[in-house]
């Protein structure tokens, strides 16, 4: 599962179990990791209690889980991570490489099955997923007749699953809301893409019964904590609800996600929704964790922090923002980038600011996404044909041993004098509000910044670079 690194996800993911499900059985896990990032895993089935397994000799580990809590697992690895379905005498052996981390992820032994199901489910969501960007250009009873079609078909596939397969009511309940909400996400999604941010304020125009499928949402089922789509839902959900008061007053034409007002509200109405508090407090979370990720107003972040801190119950979380709304401040233009130590690939350890000597684009990378680090790398190789008096540095954000990321280099034939990792990744992804896969900075030849969240492939990338190397 790539849409956040792990070291982020492991911060703010819910996790949840039935809290009548309690025995004393027990389960085992156990399994092979192939090109392994590092010698351990964890696995966790809530944020706060988390077991570390060392990989044996031969890459493999086994462990025993005693009384056992029926549900969702999560176990990670060199910064990814996937959930698994655990239930009382379940022995679920895994395989896997890391070089095509799910897609080579393969369960065995009793328990296997459930499990199988559910990885090639995710699998398939991801390729649903790419089809929606091309569906939401239909008129919406088109595009929802598509969806329904597509979602009962997988329906059907659960319900013939089932009747071969030995199941629990537990397993039913998680698969079939794993297709359901994905579904109900891209209800949700649909006018953002099929209005556009110029014409969004016609959202209100869908049909009537756009949304009727809303009666069978329950905004408060631990159970559920666990399951991707559903998390992603919630998400969807209020960046929709959230429009309403938002064009009220006709003060917004221009959609605009960053806009204070509008993330204020989505605050408030998640507030209002939900109201088991393990729930609220992860969406809260999260949605003041991208907002405050992506904002360049120290007002407005901290207007936000104030309205988060209201109404979440989490201390840990409540914590885990102030930094994180700390560390943006940090970032802001004209401060010095922050110090941090990393690794050259000849294992030297050294302070960021020690190799900046010249104006310098800092790129912070991802080994799970294969597709952005390719892309990225190649246009840092044009940006630097185009700017030679620009330096260009990468650095990987991952928790790996260096000789994995040296493979990864050495693979794709990259130079290795401007690439580095973080010795601490875990302290780089909070001091650099790291939110995704990548980030990139652009920094003077005194390593003060001048942009700290830019893309590559962004319109503005050349002017950036040109502006940094006409103030030295």
Request: net charge negative.
């Amino acid at each position: 599962m790539k849409l956040l690194i792990a070291s982020i996800l492991t911060s703010f993911l819910l996790i949840g179990c039935d809290s009548e499900s309690k025995t004393d059985d027990i389960a085992y896990f156990g399994g092979e990791i192939i090109n392994p990032n590092n010698n351990y895993i964890t696995i966790y089935s809530n944020e706060f209690e988390r077991d570390t397994i060392l990989l044996d000799a031969q890459n493999r580990f086994t462990y025993k889980i005693k009384d056992l809590t029926s549900g969702l697992y999560y176990f990670t690895h060199g910064g990814e991570f996937q959930t698994l379905l655990i239930e009382p005498n379940d022995s679920i052996m895994l395989r896997l490489n890391t070089s095509d981390f799910d897609e080579s992820l393969v369960y065995t032994g009793n328990g296997s099955k459930k499990n199988n199901f559910l990885i090639k489910s995710f699998l398939n969501d991801e390729v649903v997923s790419k089809k929606f960007y091309k569906l939401q250009h239909l008129e919406p009873e088109e595009f929802e007749s598509h969806i329904n079609k597509a979602k009962q078909q997988r329906l059907e596939h659960l319900e013939r699953f089932v009747l071969t397969q030995e199941t629990s009511p537990l397993f039913r309940k998680i698969a079939e809301a794993g297709i359901n909400y994905s579904y109900y996400t891209y209800k949700e999604k649909y006018p953002f893409g099929y209005f556009g941010n110029n014409k969004l304020i016609h959202y209100k125009d869908l049909p009537d019964e756009f949304y009727n499928y809303r009666v069978h949402v329950d905004f408060n089922d631990v159970s559920l904590s666990g399951v991707y789509s559903y998390n992603k839902f919630m998400d969807w959900y209020f960046h929709n609800t959230a429009l309403k008061e938002y064009y009220h007053n006709g003060s917004h034409h221009k959609f605009d996600r960053q806009a204070l007002d509008y993330n204020l509200e989505k605050l408030r109405l998640i507030d209002s929704v939900i109201d088991n508090k393990t729930i609220k407090d992860y969406v809260l979370k999260h949605a003041t964790r991208v907002f405050v990720y992506n904002s360049s107003n120290a007002v407005q972040s901290q207007s936000m922090l104030g309205s988060y801190l209201a109404k979440s119950t989490n201390d840990i979380d409540k914590t885990y923002i102030k930094n994180l709304v700390n560390s943006t401040l940090s970032l802001y233009p004209g401060n010095k980038v922050p110090s941090i130590e990393i690794v050259d690939f000849n294992n030297n350890v050294i302070d960021l600011h020690d190799v900046i000597d010249a104006p310098t684009v800092i790129y912070c990378w991802s080994s799970n996404f294969k597709f952005s680090y390719r892309n990225s790398h190649y246009m840092m190789k044009n940006l630097k044909v185009k700017y030679p008096n620009m330096n260009f540095i990468a650095i990987n954000i991952n928790d790996m041993n260096t000789s994995s990321w040296k493979k990864t280099l050495n693979l794709l034939k990259y130079p290795t004098e401007n690439e580095y990792m973080f010795k601490n990744p875990n302290e780089a992804i909070q001091k650099f509000a790291i939110a995704n896969s990548q980030k990139v900075l652009i920094v003077d030849t005194n390593g003060h910044i001048i942009k700290s969240n830019t893309d590559l492939f962004g319109t503005d990338i050349n002017e950036l670079i040109e502006a940094t190397l006409a103030l030295n």
